[in-house]
């Protein structure tokens, strides 16, 4: 009889120890949806359109504690008309009310001088208003997300920080970060107007890093792909040049040293280019190319975990959960 007891007890012990290890992993965990180069056609919005779209159902299934839009809510193929950056607007505000960070791409702003367009403008105008669209127009993305700070000189640098995780946008976009095809605004104050906006960027960086006391990890999100292949071969960018160039070299090398300086995992997310991967770059530092972009149609989930150093990050598509691929190569 006390032999039962004791192995009764142990068994008790042991399921005990499984439950708060259980519970303890959950509560160490956090899931954050990121979406990227989306919606660009009818199929991609319907996905994203409540209540019945199935991107619209996986993401509030998985009730994360943000979502994040890294650029290019829209086909560089349409025209940057008001109605559609308002349509557009309103269709992310409604996947996740409340709690969606948005940062923009060259299609919403950069691109749309495009002389293939229907309806071609003024890419500083365009960026004007947007900005005050997204982030001073109700209601606004972030509505529920508490604490969340933004950068003075350019409100579009957003950082979060929750249950010590802590989440950053940076407008970084491609075609050259917006020193290519200028084709509407003066060349001399759209390149000025990169240099303010890089200036402000590498000052955000600064920022964050001087409360890393306060996170255990980073995810930094923007929509330029910064490390492909084609950007990385290109020359040095100039004031004179309007062809492609590497405009991000120097944040190459700021977030390879924000990550060793802070001692932390760093995740660089980013969309742009159709490759759906993961990889690690360097010491504390990871890389993201979301899914998106027409080629993958489906959102990303990025899990946290800091009970796991190893492998702070876990990727996972909601749709294919078998990808993204592990290793970068575009």
Not at 74 to 101: F, M, W
Not at 104 to 126: A, I, K, Q
Not at 193 to 208: G, T
Request: proline share 3%; aromatic share 8%; net charge negative.
């Amino acid at each position: 009889m006390i032999i039962s007891i004791n192995i009764w007890k142990k068994s008790c012990y042991s399921l005990a120890f499984l439950f708060l290890t259980t519970v303890s992993s959950t509560l160490s965990a956090q899931t954050v949806v990121v979406l990227a180069d989306t919606p660009y056609s009818d199929k991609e919005k319907h996905m994203l359109q409540g209540p019945n779209g199935l991107l619209f159902r996986l993401i509030n299934e998985v009730n994360p504690s943000v979502v994040m839009h890294l650029g290019d809510f829209k086909s560089g193929g349409k025209s940057c008309t008001d109605s559609l950056l308002n349509e557009h607007k309103a269709l992310l505000a409604q996947i996740y009310p409340g709690r969606v960070i948005y940062t923009p791409g060259d299609n919403d702003w950069t691109d749309c001088d495009r002389t293939s367009l229907v309806h071609s403008f003024n890419e500083l105008e365009r960026l004007e208003y947007l900005i005050t669209l997204m982030y001073q127009t109700p209601p606004l993305l972030t509505n529920d997300l508490s604490s969340l700070t933004s950068q003075a000189m350019q409100i579009e640098n957003k950082l979060w920080i929750n249950e010590r995780l802590a989440i950053s946008t940076l407008h970084l976009v491609g075609t050259s970060n917006g020193r290519v095809y200028i084709g509407m605004s003066d060349q001399n104050t759209a390149i000025e107007a990169v240099n303010k906006r890089d200036k402000a960027n590498l000052v955000w960086l600064k920022s964050i890093e001087a409360k890393a006391n306060e996170f255990d990890a980073l995810i930094i999100g923007f929509q330029a792909d910064i490390y492909q292949q084609k950007v990385l071969q290109s020359g040095d960018c100039d004031s004179t040049s309007l062809k492609t160039c590497d405009a991000f070299a120097d944040y190459r090398q700021a977030f390879k040293q924000l990550a060793k300086r802070i001692n932390k995992p760093v995740l660089i997310a980013h969309g742009d280019t159709g490759d759906f991967c993961f990889e690690k770059l360097d010491h504390n530092l990871w890389h993201l190319n979301a899914a998106g972009d027409f080629r993958y149609l489906d959102a990303t989930k990025v899990t946290f975990n800091k009970e796991s150093p190893e492998k702070p990050f876990i990727i996972n598509g909601l749709i294919n959960a078998n990808l993204p691929h592990i290793g970068c190569n575009n």
